[in-house]
């Protein structure tokens, strides 16, 4: 019924622009010039404004907690002889230190000395590995499966097909300076391997600023102009000496925990100017699918 009512709206309004063409063909005059050229800027006045009140800029938002367990001796993440769900633990600093290219110890950041560099340190280790899992989800939403003795099958239900494209190190990594995990030589080496794979036209950088109390936010940011704009946000930790429960921890190393409970906040702004492109609502389904993902991995409770 609706592709019934379209086809024969676009046929009547052909009919009467062609006859209206037609009418100021045969009349056309100073009598008729002025009246006509006053029309057609009520018109195009009128349709700007109908189409763009019918645009709406819309947005996408996830909140959680994710909990760090911290060495209180070296001020790095415990190597807790389990990873814990993130796969964040000491192990995770320490493949840094070593070249992937010839195997040369090296020393891509410095050491926390003490509770400030510590929570500034792993603040930006939490937004590297926030950042390595919107990484390995594009790859995922690529449908790419896992042959196990010759049966396949799907690692995580598909994301909404949208084009992605690789993304050349090279053209973000002046804008990610500020974190040294993402530019380490480890990085940069698989990074080479596998590009990020993000829509075409996609942008990607890092912002640090100051909040209300002095205290440093940390923010990933991938934008593509006129479409979205994502922000995740890594906000100042709270350091408690409770240990979560669903955390196994060798005893001797309990003494020497304290856990760093980081809130974090996704978000996606989807710009008002191609609200109704077709492409939108598949971008609107990706980011969706991906938060949820990302909230399910790195989303914590003390509790549990």
């Not at 020393?107 to 792993?122: A, L, Q, V, W, Y």
């Not at 240990?243 to 978000?267: A, F, G, H, S, W």
């Not at 100017?273 to 991906?290: H, Q, R, S």
Request: charged share 25%; proline share 5%.
């Amino acid at each position: 019924m609706y592709k019934t009512l379209t086809v024969a709206s676009i046929i009547a309004a052909s009919l009467l622009l062609i006859i209206t063409i037609i009418l100021i063909y045969f009349n056309w005059g100073e009598k008729i010039k002025t009246p006509i050229l006053s029309l057609f800027v009520i018109w195009t006045g009128t349709s700007f404004v109908t189409i763009f009140l019918m645009l709406k800029e819309t947005r996408q938002e996830e909140n959680f907690a994710s909990y760090l367990i911290i060495d209180k001796r070296t001020l790095v993440p415990a190597n807790t002889w389990q990873m814990d769900r993130h796969g964040i633990d000491y192990s995770e600093v320490q493949k840094h230190k070593i070249n992937p290219r010839n195997g040369d110890i090296i020393h891509p950041f410095d050491e926390p000395k003490d509770e400030k560099t510590s929570i500034e340190f792993n603040s930006k280790l939490l937004l590297y590995e926030l950042y390595r899992e919107i990484y390995a989800l594009q790859y995922e939403q690529q449908g790419m499966k896992v042959d196990n003795n010759g049966f396949e099958y799907q690692l995580r239900k598909p994301f909404p097909q949208i084009e992605l494209v690789k993304i050349p190190f090279k053209s973000y990594e002046k804008d990610v300076k500020d974190n040294p995990f993402i530019t380490s030589e480890v990085e940069k080496y698989w990074i080479e391997q596998q590009p990020l794979l993000l829509p075409k036209g996609t942008f990607v950088s890092l912002n640090t600023k100051t909040n209300d109390k002095g205290k440093q936010e940390y923010s990933l940011l991938i934008k593509k102009n006129y479409f979205f704009s994502l922000e995740i946000n890594v906000h100042p930790c709270i350091i408690s000496d409770a240990l979560p429960k669903n955390q196994v921890i060798i005893p001797e190393m309990r003494p020497y925990c304290k856990t760093y409970i980081y809130p974090i906040t996704l978000k996606a702004t989807f710009d008002r100017l191609t609200a109704g492109n077709i492409n939108t609502e598949k971008y609107k389904d990706w980011v969706k699918d991906m938060f949820e993902s990302i909230k399910s991995k790195f989303g914590d409770s003390l509790s549990d």
